[in-house]
């Protein structure tokens, strides 16, 4: 019996502050624009990776829960894993077990930390030894935003333009200390998974959003101002640059054939209150991936006034404070 090749890795859920919606190519998974984000700190994915002669097909416990061969999660782990066995030249089938201390699914980017945990602890337990830009691509075979959750703090995710995807991959522009009051303040308002995945909604977006190309030239120059803003710790070009961009992506996904809605009433109430709390002076911004939670970018110096006045909003069932979080790493402890 071969000895069994097992590694762990974590890696931190990370939230776009221009997004990417939109594949160039569907198969290596190059998206139609660049997009920065935050990764995030403690919200995370804890992966095991085991590859052993004991198991005849791959394993993959999310969790707590086995998914079955044919389900869609099932599927794009073992597609992963095979692309992995390719890179190693290896045979063996793998179990991989893996934890996330937020909700699945969810919109709270779990695919990102996911795919980057996997990526990391296949890299370790193959003996690939892949330096983080060769990491951030293999984990964007996984999923796109898995790319930018490699490193900590402020990320850019280039879009690049060949055709076999070795320009596009993620590259740090600050790390998780630069900008020590950044927060974000995650408003869970369901524990639900979300009903279409980022995947398929993507993928009817380009093929029939009649607005899809104004996307993509307003995406370019938010790219811009998003990287002045970091540059220059420019709080409020961020948040105004973050929260339009936000509004952009889900204006493509709504004129969506069929339309594409991820919010829930609480995910309007607040926005809504985002915009009157910043009439008041509390200076605070909303952004919102492809699900109903919504996160709230503001600086340390408003925290205590953003959490209080989330308290009283009905709808929100938890919520998290964060602020720019680790990459991903190594860790001795296994889940199995
Ligand atoms: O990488 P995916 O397939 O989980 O898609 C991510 C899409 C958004 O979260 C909406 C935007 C982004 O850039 O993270």
């Known amino acids: ?45 804890h992966t095991t990776v085991d590859f ?20 869609e999660e099932y599927e794009y782990t073992e597609l992963f ?13 793998a179990k991989v077990v893996s934890n996330n201390n937020f909700p699945t699914a969810a919109g709270l980017a779990s695919s990102a930390a996911g795919f980057a945990a996997l990526a990391a602890a296949t890299n370790e337990a193959l003996g690939l030894d892949l330096n983080k830009k060769k990491l951030s691509m293999l984990a964007r075979r996984g999923s796109g ?37 950044f927060r974000i303040i995650v408003c869970i308002t369901t524990k639900e998974e979300k009903k279409i995945k980022s995947r398929a909604g993507m993928a009817q977006t380009v093929a029939t959003c009649p607005v899809y190309n ?6 370019k120059d938010d790219l811009k101002s998003i990287e002045r803003a970091i540059a220059k ?36 109430d607040v926005m809504q209150s985002v915009l009157e709390w910043r009439k008041e002076g ?13 996160k709230i970018i503001c600086l ?11 308290k009283h909003l009905k709808g929100i069932k938890k919520i998290i404070i964060t602020k720019p979080g680790e990459g991903v790493r190594i860790i001795k402890k296994h889940l199995f």
């Open 282 to 294: 509390i200076e605070c911004y909303f952004s919102i991936d492809a699900s109903p939670q919504v």
């Open 52 to 71: 052993s002669k004991n198991y005849d097909r791959d394993i993959f416990i999310l969790n707590r829960r086995e998914f079955r061969v044919g389900t």
């Open 233 to 268: 710790k420019d709080f409020t070009l961020l948040g105004k640059t973050a929260e339009r961009n936000c509004l952009k992506m889900h204006a493509i996904m709504m004129t969506t054939t069929p339309p594409i809605f991820y919010f829930n009433k609480p995910t309007i």
């Open 300 to 310: 340390e110096e408003n925290i205590k006034k953003v959490k209080e006045k989330c």
């Open 1 to 45: 019996m071969q000895k069994p090749i097992k590694a762990s890795a974590i890696a931190n859920a990370n939230i776009a502050l221009v997004k990417y919606w939109g594949k160039r190519d569907k198969k290596l998974i190059l998206p139609n624009n660049s997009s920065v984000s935050v990764t995030l700190k403690d919200l995370h994915a």
């Open 214 to 219: 104004g996307w993509l030239r307003a995406s």
């Open 81 to 93: 894993l095979s692309l992995i066995r390719k890179i190693a030249k290896s045979k063996l089938r």
């Open 145 to 181: 935003s898995a790319t930018r959750s490699i490193y900590s703090g402020f990320v850019k995710w280039r879009k690049g333009k060949k055709e076999d995807g070795t320009d596009s991959y993620a590259k740090q522009i600050a790390d998780a200390k630069y900008w020590p009051d």
